[in-house]
């Protein structure tokens, strides 16, 4: 519910930036996976496969420089209430494309030349806020593989409802209000030391907010970093 003189209320009670509850994360999922990462904020579930680093086929393909990261982002057609088709699409495509970018500046891939690392994203429940999940599930897989990371990454969406900043959209929100005059969702991707490695915007937003949105997307990649870090730990235990 919007009102101009209230500002926004969340229909779930939340503060504008509480994330969703319950987050989980939980490492070592896939046995047959060389590493593997569930990750869930709310009603979104994301798991994630590492296979790899193995040679790239075909030959053409490989980079004598560096490994590649291929990242496969899949929203399974059950994950959401109506059915949804099954196989790569263009919004799969693409946020396929862009968890490669958000995961690659923290890849030390120079030390598997002609490699490729593959990564299976699988979003089971869909509930908004999945290429995030999708991320946070992918860094996690990626150290619980062993791939020479110099960060972590943590992942989170933002989103403007009229003039209003609000953390984390649940599928209601995002449905609800996003395309709305004056409303976005601004998914931002984090490393612990605070390095933006992705960040998408299609909608309008001044200078001022931008910067307020990135302060908010900080501050919960950090709590969102340390349930990343405490699921690696126990895996190790
Ligand atoms: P994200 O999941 O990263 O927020 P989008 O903004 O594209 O990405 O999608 C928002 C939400 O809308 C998804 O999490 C999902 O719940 C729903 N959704 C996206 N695509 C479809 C689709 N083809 N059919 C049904 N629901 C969809």
Redesign the pocket.
């Known amino acids: 519910m919007t009102t101009k003189e209230k500002g926004y209320v969340r229909e779930d009670g939340r503060k504008n930036n509480e994330l969703r509850s319950p987050i989980k994360a939980e490492v070592g999922i896939i046995p047959n996976a060389d590493g593997s990462a569930m990750f869930q904020i709310g009603k979104?579930i994301a798991l994630a496969a590492v296979y790899g680093p193995k040679k790239m086929h075909p030959q053409h393909s490989q980079d004598p420089e560096k490994g590649t990261l291929r990242c496969t982002y899949n929203?399974n057609s059950f994950s959401?209430e109506?059915r949804?088709r099954p196989g790569p699409s263009r919004?799969s495509t693409e946020?396929s494309k862009i968890t490669e970018w958000a995961l690659e500046p923290v890849l030390m891939l120079d030390k598997f030349p002609n490699m490729v690392v593959d990564v299976h994203i699988n979003i089971i429940q869909?509930?908004?806020?999945?290429?995030?999940a999708g991320i946070n599930a992918a860094a996690m897989a990626l150290a619980h593989a062993g791939i020479p990371m110099k960060d972590m990454v943590s992942s989170i969406?933002v989103g403007k409802i009229d003039k209003t900043l609000v953390l984390d959209l649940d599928?209601y929100e995002?449905?609800e209000f996003k395309d709305g005059e004056g409303s976005t969702?601004i998914?931002v991707s984090i490393t612990h030391a605070g390095e933006i490695t992705h960040l998408q915007l299609d909608g309008k937003i001044s200078k001022e907010q931008l910067m307020e949105v990135i302060e908010m997307a900080k501050e919960a990649c950090g709590k969102i970093y340390e349930i990343q870090k405490k699921a690696l730990k126990e895996a190790i235990k």
């Open positions: 979104t929203m959401v109506e949804i919004r946020i869909a509930d908004a806020g999945t290429r995030c969406s599928k995002d449905s969702d998914p």
